[in-house]
């Protein structure tokens, strides 16, 4: 891997990831893809027929062979609260970058995906609240932190490639 995102839901995981892989000419791989591939059903059907336990093993999982792989990879944004991806994460040769965003931003960003009833559900004080409890956990794996929130995808890619040509 040339670079790990990471980040709340809403920050610009997929959308910059898929961008910057194009840029720098490597494949790009979503960490829920390659689970529901594993699995061979939906994350939705992986919670309910199987509990959130079995779908956090599956994701420890794809994250430890994803490291090898060639690439940018984007990580659901629980990933790096799990203890076992979080130190996968540390220890990692790779950079692991934050792409970090506002709770209003989230909302704005999300209010018309239907993919996400959890921002729904949880509404804008329930997003504040689950970040919050979530940021520590995504500034200590993290090696850089980018605020996306009055970034373009296409500004966040430009420092992006800044940020890895220096650390090569």
Known sequence: MQAILVGFMGSGKTTV??????QLNVPYHDLDDIIVAMAGKSIQQIFDENGEAAFRQLEHIALARSLAQEGILGTG?????????????????????????????????????????????????????????????????????????KLTPIEIVKILKR?????Q
């Open 17 to 22: 990831g898929q961008l910057l892989a194009q």
């Open 77 to 149: 944004g629980g990933t790096p609260i799990q203890a076992a991806n979080f130190s996968l994460l540390q220890k990692s040769n790779v950079p692991v970058i934050l792409l970090d965003v506002l709770p209003e931003t989230i909302m704005k960003r999300l209010k018309d995906d239907t993919g996400r009833p959890l921002a729904k559900e949880l509404g804008l004080s329930g997003l504040v609240d689950l970040k919050s409890q979530r940021d520590d956990r995504y500034e200590q794996v993290s090696n850089y932190r980018i605020a996306t929130d």
């Open 163 to 167: 940020q890895l040509l220096m650390i």
